[in-house]
């Protein structure tokens, strides 16, 4: 009974790798760089920022990563998302102001997650980053250049 347990398993098992092999060639397209707007509430300045999947790109105080980034394809309804991390990793007032009244620095507090989960570029305030001095919203996401495959050259 265990032999035909065992063969069932990895009936099932080879079924399951199928179905993802098959699904993974029709997922959506991944985007490589996620673009934001920044805006800073002090001096009303708006930045574009761009970040590449994966790595960090700081915009004032805040540092923002952007795991994934995901844009429909023209033939369907336009949307765009992407997975974001936005921590603050500046100081406080109050750690600069009990820093001036001891002689000695304190050390740097570790950063503060502010934001984590999906953003949508088609609603900015579904999912917005809460800061009293930054607003960060995704505007778009470029996505990684189709490879081309040229045809074999003909041996004649």
Same mark, same amino acid.
């Given at each position: 009974?265990?032999?035909?347990?065992?063969?069932?398993?990895?009936?099932?098992?080879?079924?399951? %790798?199928?179905?993802?092999?098959? =699904?993974?060639?029709?997922?959506?397209? #991944?985007?490589?760089?996620?673009?934001?707007?920044?805006? !800073?509430?002090?001096? @009303?300045?708006?930045?574009?920022?761009?970040?590449? =999947?994966?790595?960090?790109?700081? /915009?004032?105080?805040?540092?923002?990563? @952007? !795991?994934?980034?995901?844009?429909?394809?023209?033939?369907?309804?336009?949307?765009?998302?992407? /997975?974001?991390?936005? /921590?603050? #990793?500046?100081?406080?007032?109050? !750690?600069?102001?009990?820093?001036?009244?001891?002689?000695?620095?304190?050390?740097?507090?570790?950063?503060?997650?502010?934001?984590?989960?999906?953003? /949508?570029?088609?609603?900015?305030?579904?999912? @917005? #980053?809460?800061?009293? =001095?930054? !607003? %960060?919203?995704?505007?778009?996401?470029?996505?990684?250049?189709?490879?081309?495959?040229?045809?074999?050259?003909?041996?004649?």
């Amino acid at each position: 009974m265990t032999s035909a347990l065992c063969s069932m398993r990895s009936a099932v098992l080879a079924a399951a %790798v199928l179905a993802a092999s098959s =699904v993974a060639g029709y997922a959506e397209p #991944v985007g490589e760089t996620a673009i934001f707007t920044g805006l !800073d509430k002090i001096t @009303a300045r708006i930045t574009r920022l761009e970040v590449p =999947v994966g790595d960090r790109v700081q /915009f004032g105080t805040l540092e923002i990563l @952007a !795991d994934s980034c995901n844009k429909r394809p023209p033939t369907e309804t336009p949307e765009t998302t992407a /997975f974001v991390e936005v /921590f603050d #990793v500046g100081k406080t007032l109050a !750690d600069e102001l009990a820093e001036k009244d001891t002689a000695e620095p304190s050390l740097p507090r570790p950063p503060e997650r502010l934001f984590s989960g999906w953003m /949508f570029a088609s609603s900015p305030g579904l999912n @917005a #980053v809460e800061h009293p =001095v930054y !607003d %960060v919203w995704l505007i778009d996401c470029k996505m990684a250049a189709p490879e081309t495959s040229e045809p074999p050259a003909s041996i004649e």
